[in-house]
């Protein structure tokens, strides 16, 4: 008896479920490390957009852009998936060191990048750094 029902719903495990879990799969596969993708952008990842005149806070698909400046000029920049500053940090000092092969010996940037794991990268690379 236990074998006649498994011969009957094999098919349709075959038909409907394992095209779902491959479906599933890819997903997980685009996502990644992150926690949403836009069907439209596969890299961008849904992130909080400031208040529209509305007072509408959205999500919408987006990238985290970073940029490093010396006297007001533009030295360096990156695009991330993650939406927190602090997890961009790391990838863009990385980026800009394997541009100039040298690292700033001074880093201000606002209290969204303060960290522990950050505090102690800057120390690591002896970067002194000021939030403001």
């Known amino acids: 008896m236990f074998n006649q029902t498994t011969k009957k719903g094999s098919p ?3 038909k409907e479920q394992l095209p779902k879990l491959k479906e599933y799969e890819q997903h997980l ?9 836009a069907k439209t952008d596969n890299d961008a990842t849904f992130m909080r957009m400031k208040e529209d005149h509305m007072m509408n806070g959205q999500l919408k698909p987006a990238y985290n852009i970073q940029i490093s400046t010396e006297n007001q000029i ?7 998936q993650k ?3 602090f997890t961009t940090l790391e990838p863009h000092l ?20 303060g960290s522990e794991e950050n505090y102690q990268l800057l120390k690591n690379k002896q970067v002194d750094f000021f939030s403001v």
């Open 12 to 14: 349709k495990i075959r």
């Open 29 to 37: 596969t685009i996502l990644g490390n992150r926690n949403s993708y």
């Open 74 to 80: 533009i030295t360096h920049y990156s695009t991330h």
């Open 83 to 85: 939406s927190t500053d």
């Open 94 to 113: 990385i980026g800009f060191e394997d541009a100039y092969k040298k690292q700033s010996k001074q880093i201000v940037a606002d209290a969204g990048y």
